[in-house]
């Protein structure tokens, strides 16, 4: 009977002990999100998002990030163009992490969330089993699946995280959304080469969810869920510099000078210039035509779901490489040519975000007017020459 009870006391202290060390291990998990604050460079114009978990029994401070690739791979500029660059998970220690955003002075803010014990684990556990297995590589799509996007959806899955308010007005599109901080940042000619490079898919309208692939709208998400208690505490850990600039508007300013200035010498009569406005209409319908086979390829040739649908492809026709050397050689079919070529542009310009599902640029307007002025000079002077 003593025995019995010595290993029954035995058994039930074990269990106690082996119960008060899992629940004091996690109840000493701490999870947060941090958020930093979009830099000077385009690659860190959107911000980044990581998540660091602490352990005050095991003394470690991990922070996850999944916006790392390996640079030194001898094919990323063809991987990274064709979207079939892997992007992977990576931890550091907060030190390391926080360093980059120190030396560039921007923000970072780390939001403690407020989550069961049972779901802190699972969360750790499922980051340790994707740093040490093949789902650490991931495909990397800009709207839908990165750095930010993954720790939304580790929340969305693994925690009782929702949100019922709208982050965004009604009818925010991707397109819109990239638009805020470009703007912010006075990146006018990167928001020119977005705008010209993606397509109607950026345009689409975001839900709350969608939101929250940017960093500062996932942060906004936090702090307003559903669980009003989700939150536990919201703090700075480095203090950056206000980096917001008046937007300046480059290239519409550029195109505009560079289109009064081609139309006031088109009517000149001097043999000088006439020759000059022929090889300027050559060099249009070439570079116009090379983009529209980038374009084509970005579409079709790439993992780039972005790329698609893409109505610039109007005005950046790809056949205008053919048609350039037609120019030059007087061809009698570019006539019928051209006259198919300059509505599309014309209805480029009237429909686009209206019946057309894709916003164009707005600093491209005097360009595409330049072309169907030049398109319809073309048609007379072949028509005069027929």
């Not at 090889?279 to 698609?308: E, K, N, P, Q, Y």
């Not at 350039?324 to 209805?347: E, N």
Request: aromatic share 14%.
């Amino acid at each position: 009977m003593k025995k019995f009870l010595f290993i029954f006391s035995f058994l039930i202290v074990s269990a106690t002990v082996l119960w008060s060390q899992q629940a004091d291990s996690s109840h000493h998990l701490r999870i947060s999100i941090l958020t930093c604050s979009p830099g000077d460079e385009l690659y860190s114009t959107f911000g980044h998002t990581a998540l660091r978990i602490t352990d005050s029994v095991h003394g470690t401070d991990i922070v996850y990030n999944y916006g790392t690739f390996d640079f030194s791979d001898p094919d990323f500029y063809t991987k990274f163009t064709r979207g079939k660059l892997d992007y992977f998970l990576s931890v550091s220690d907060l030190p390391s992490f926080l360093y980059e955003y120190q030396v560039e002075k921007r923000d970072v803010t780390e939001q403690v969330l407020r989550l069961p014990d049972s779901v802190k684990i699972k969360i750790q556990s499922y980051l340790s089993q994707t740093l040490s297995g093949p789902a650490r590589f991931y495909k990397y799509d800009f709207l839908y699946n990165n750095c930010t996007s993954r720790i939304r959806d580790i929340l969305l899955q693994q925690t009782g995280f929702k949100v019922t308010t709208q982050l965004v007005p009604e009818g925010t599109s991707f397109r819109d959304m990239l638009h805020e901080y470009l703007n912010k940042g006075n990146q006018s000619w990167s928001k020119l080469g977005i705008d010209i490079v993606l397509g109607s898919p950026i345009d689409k309208k975001v839900n709350t969810d969608q939101s929250m692939f940017l960093p500062d709208y996932l942060m906004k998400g936090i702090d307003s869920a559903a669980t009003t208690s989700f939150l536990e505490e919201k703090k700075i850990l480095n203090k950056g510099e206000n980096r917001q600039e008046a937007f300046q508007n480059q290239p519409l300013i550029l195109f505009s000078v560079y289109t009064v200035l081609i139309l006031v010498l088109s009517f000149s009569k001097k043999n000088r210039l006439v020759r000059f406005m022929r090889v300027h209409d050559f060099i249009w319908l070439l570079l116009t035509g090379l983009l529209g086979c980038f374009l084509l390829f970005m579409w079709f040739g790439t993992d780039h779901r972005s790329c698609a649908g893409n109505t610039n492809l109007l005005w950046a026709l790809p056949t205008n490489l053919v048609a350039a050397f037609a120019f030059l050689k007087r061809k009698k079919w570019l006539t019928t040519y051209l006259r198919i070529a300059w509505p599309l542009t014309a209805i480029l310009v009237v429909f686009s975000g209206n019946i057309l599902p894709q916003d164009i640029n707005f600093s491209l307007t005097p360009i595409l007017a330049l072309l169907i002025i030049r398109y319809l000079s073309i048609i007379k002077k072949q028509t005069v020459h027929a």
